[in-house]
């Protein structure tokens, strides 16, 4: 029961009065749909169907998405969404965030899964913008993206944080 309690606890967050974040916990459906040696059609309600197939590595075309790369994908897109998020809550101005991340497949104990996880940050800021905010900002995204934390694989991250040209803040 105590057990039942703390995690009841755990998934209580204070949002801010009139947040629009739904309570906890969150469910995403999604379906797949294949027929033999065809494409992988993957539906959500509400969203556009994408197309899936092996990637080059598994001996696949690796001319559309993938697991692979669509896991990969939605690392760089939470980071992204959750520097954005932090970014406003700590009033940070920047202009435009790249972000590339590589996802290393491999074997381990005789199990194929993801081992590292490495991104890489470049935030472009107005002049006159603190790096150190900047930076803690990036880190503290890092740290706190769901879909990192919610994997079983080392992440490593690089940033970068640069004044834009002819932006001041």
């Given at each position: 029961?105590?057990?039942?309690?703390?995690?009841?606890?755990e998934?209580?967050?204070?949002?801010?009065?009139?947040?629009?974040?739904?309570?906890?916990?969150?469910?995403?459906?999604?379906?797949?749909?294949?027929?033999?040696?065809?494409?992988?059609?993957?539906?959500?309600?509400?969203?556009?169907?994408?197309?899936?197939?092996?990637?080059?590595?598994?001996?696949?075309?690796?001319?559309?998405?993938?697991?692979?790369?669509?896991?990969v994908?939605?690392?760089?897109?939470?980071?992204?969404?959750?520097?954005?998020g932090?970014?406003?809550?700590?009033?940070?101005?920047?202009?435009?965030?790249?972000?590339?991340?590589?996802?290393?497949?491999?074997r381990?104990?005789?199990?194929t899964?993801?081992?590292?996880?490495?991104?890489?940050?470049?935030?472009?800021?107005?002049?006159g913008?603190?790096?150190?905010?900047a930076?803690?900002?990036?880190?503290?995204?890092?740290?706190?993206?769901?879909?990192?934390?919610?994997?079983?694989?080392?992440?490593?991250?690089t940033?970068?944080?640069?004044?834009?040209?002819?932006?001041?803040?």
């Open positions: 029961m105590l057990r039942l309690l703390r995690r009841e606890a998934r209580r967050v204070c949002w801010p009065e009139g947040s629009l974040v739904h309570p906890f916990p969150h469910r995403y459906v999604v379906s797949a749909r294949a027929h033999g040696e065809t494409d992988v059609l993957i539906e959500s309600a509400g969203l556009p169907v994408l197309t899936t197939r092996l990637p080059a590595e598994f001996e696949g075309p690796g001319d559309a998405w993938s697991p692979e790369t669509l896991l994908a939605a690392i760089a897109d939470c980071y992204a969404l959750t520097v954005r932090i970014g406003k809550k700590s009033n940070l101005q920047w202009v435009a965030l790249e972000c590339r991340v590589t996802g290393t497949l491999d381990v104990a005789a199990v899964r993801f081992t590292e996880i490495h991104i890489e940050a470049h935030l472009r800021v107005p002049a913008v603190r790096t150190e905010l930076t803690r900002v990036l880190e503290k995204a890092e740290a706190t993206c769901l879909v990192t934390r919610s994997l079983n694989a080392a992440t490593f991250l940033t970068v944080v640069e004044p834009a040209d002819d932006v001041a803040a």
